[in-house]
């Protein structure tokens, strides 16, 4: 699905892309939120599509009666990483939206129960069996929404663009620490040094999740 080595995305266009994100809800309902909330964790928790796509609600989701409560840490299974089990962080905005889109299908009728069990991502057919939306479907999902967004300086943005935009993002909040962004991103050492060239070892990853959340919320 990927057509050519991924990239950060303008500063400017990170900008559209998330006004747009906020709005899409009014515009495809159901479809809206999930994108929406699809984006976010790919963007904030570093996760490839087919992992995101791969997960289950009960790995990110504490229920309480008919309250939702996202965790702030989730954990992928080692099918999904295809080495071990990996726990990642998610920010606020990130499970904000999550909790948003779950809501909405729950009240809709696209989860097959009343517990919050199975596929996170619903397909929205057939409606009410909590079908697994297919990867290929999450790829569709973010073209249509992306088409829609006005002004952006090219026509071409991928997920996995939306993916490393958020780890240099979470690079740059660890002062390019290659162990806490191994650790987020799931990555070798080599391959997190890429990210950037300085380091600061005495960060912790709980910290990096603070400082983007206090950035969301100025936004």
Known sequence: MRTRPALVID???QARIVAALERWPDHEGFVGYRTRAFVYLLWDGALR????VSLNVEQVVQESGSRIHVVAQATLRPHATDYSARSFEMTDRARAAIADYLKVARSGGSLAGA???GPLWIATHPHGAQKRMSQRTAVQAWHTFISAVNGLSREDL???DVVLTGRVAFA???NANTELISSHAGVR???AARYSEHLAPHSRTRDVISQLNRQYRRK
Request: hydrophobic share 35%.
């Open 172 to 174: 740059k909040a660890a």
């Open 189 to 191: 050492g080599r391959a």
């Open 158 to 160: 991928q997920l996995d």
């Open 49 to 52: 599509t087919g992992a995101a």
């Open 11 to 13: 500063t400017q266009d």
């Open 115 to 117: 517990r919050l069990t």
